[in-house]
């Protein structure tokens, strides 16, 4: 089975909560087309905050790829990452390689099919815990509870809520969380993301210490984010300092640089995304990475339904997983692509069942939601 074409697929699709920081949000697919017919479909999370760029790039590695045999989604990965060693090491160049290389994957499972979990080695976990993400800071308490009881009402396992990542406010955060647990109950799962990569002026460690002392009353499972991601440093030394675990790591491009903030310590829960570090294979070897240094691993989803699927496929095939990520800010894009809906009983997601990544990308998908030049979101 031979490349034929590789190609980017702008949409722009509505935000239906109330509440949310925008009403529309923008998404880059790639797509890998063959000469057996079959089409691949990846996603990349550059789609969400630089659009436009994507096709520019994706057409480099087609001239990598076009004619090349499908038989190794690694070696292609290789080979495509060489090309740019000089300009993209890490960061953008790797996030839209990360769409490609999953299209690679999700073709070859078309092709065998077979899902991807079972490409992988075979998924090790019968069922895993299913959480809901959402609880964005331009929410106002009222949406924010009405959301919570939504989750719970659903039966998610737990919850993940925003703090506001340009803003120092312990009490408001704290008054926020509150209004959550009570709803949630004692006995839900509930993190806070702080999103830092957002904050043109970060926390310091002193700062994130007496904002955990506010929120320690309300037994949060992780702090994600509470820190920048630029140095890993300050991130071992907060979890030498606090008892919340502390988790992070979505943003990170190639294992190698995900490596090097494990072993420097960082993470309590590790949370790579293959939308985002480089594809399946890159996030493979960072959830291995994270094992051998006995760090358990949440996958990171914030985008539509290649994003979901890919990172629930991985995350069943690494015994260090303890829990999968569910957006619910009402992303059309997250249901309408599944081959299946996504298989979710008493609060678990089990194993996919569609071959390769369980995702379509039609043509009545591409008309209804054309893509809107201006809908890239710095929030996501």
Known sequence: MKITDVRTVLLTAPYGVEGAHT?????????????????????????VYLPDLVPGIVELYRQVLVGREITSPARLYRDCYWVTGYCGRTGLT???????????????????DAPLHELLGGAVHDRLPLYASGGVPTMSVDQLVAQAEQVRAEGYRGFKM?????????????????AVRNVLGPDALLAVDAVQSLNTRPWSVKQVLRLLDALHPYDLAWAEEFLPPFDPAPYAELRALTSTPISGGEGITTATVFDQWLRAGAFDLAQPD?????????????????????VQVAMHVWGSAPTITANHHLGFTQPNCVMLERPVMGNPLETEMLV??????????????????????????????PYEPGSASMFG
């Open 23 to 47: 009403r529309r949000r923008s998404a880059a697919f790639v797509e890998v087309e063959t000469d057996e017919g079959l089409v691949g479909i990846g996603e990349t999370y550059a789609g």
């Open 340 to 369: 299946e809906p996504l298989d979710v009983r008493d609060g678990y997601a089990l194993p996919p069942s569609a071959s390769g990544l369980g995702v379509e990308l039609t043509e009545e998908i591409k008309a209804r939601y």
């Open 274 to 294: 293959p939308t985002i570090i480089g594809g399946i294979g890159e996030a493979r070897r960072a959830c291995e990475a994270a094992a051998a240094r006995r």
């Open 162 to 178: 925003r703090a506001n990542p340009v803003a120092y406010q312990p009490d408001v955060e704290a008054e926020r969380v509150a």
């Open 94 to 112: 790797v996030m839209v390689l990360a769409g490609i290389e999953c299209a690679l994957w999700d073709v070859l499972g078309k092709y065998r």
